[in-house]
Each structure stands twice: as structure tokens, then as C-alpha cells.
């Protein structure tokens, strides 16, 4: 198994209540319906208000690194990420387990 964990830093000036940080939110939380090589799915917001915390978080698992790559390559997630990247910086980690 690999878990892919995924942490989103949003960009100075931009909120959580904004309606396109909403509607990235909801792309992230229907991954789980949309791609099969997902064998664990969770993603929210931080509870903290640490100034060097992230503020989103995916925590995500798939078999092999073969469905890491199917997942990656996905247009479901090719468009959730997409929509990220217009508001926010992250940082990936993906390790056997």
C-alpha cells in the first residue's frame, strides 16, 4: 500500500470562504466516488492556528505505485488539482506502508 498525503498552504490573501476555494474543496471530496484506485480517502481543513500549519489536508491510500499513477493521471483529479493551484502552494509525501 501507498499513502499519499498531500498538505495546501493557501496564498496571502486568500480565504477559505471564498467561493472557488469552496467549489476546490468539494472537487477534492468527491475523488473518493470518482476513482477507483482509492482504497482510503479523507481530506479537511487544519484546526489550528499554528502559524507554520498548513491550512488543507489529503490523506489518501492506493495499492501499488502503478494505482499512485493511475490516481495522478486521473481528469478527475487532474481537475481537482488544477483548480489548487490557481490559490495555493503545497507539499506531497507518498511512502510504502
Known amino acids: 500500500m501507498i499513502r499519499h498525503l498531500v498538505l495546501f498552504k493557501l ?22 466516488d470518482d476513482i477507483a484506485e482509492l482504497t482510503f480517502w479523507e481530506c479537511a481543513w487544519n484546526i489550528t492556528d499554528r502559524p507554520i500549519a498548513y491550512d488543507f489536508a489529503i490523506n489518501s491510500a492506493v495499492a501499488d505505485k502503478d494505482a499512485l499513477q493511475r490516481y495522478l493521471e486521473h481528469p478527475a483529479h487532474q481537475a481537482a488539482a488544477a483548480q489548487w493551484r490557481e490559490f495555493a502552494t503545497w507539499v506531497i509525501a507518498d511512502y510504502e506502508f
Do not use: P, Q
Not at 496564498?11 to 473518493?32: H, I, Q, Y
Open 11 to 32: 496564498n496571502d490573501g486568500v480565504s477559505r470562504d471564498e467561493e472557488r476555494v469552496r467549489t476546490a474543496v468539494r472537487a477534492f471530496e468527491t475523488l473518493k
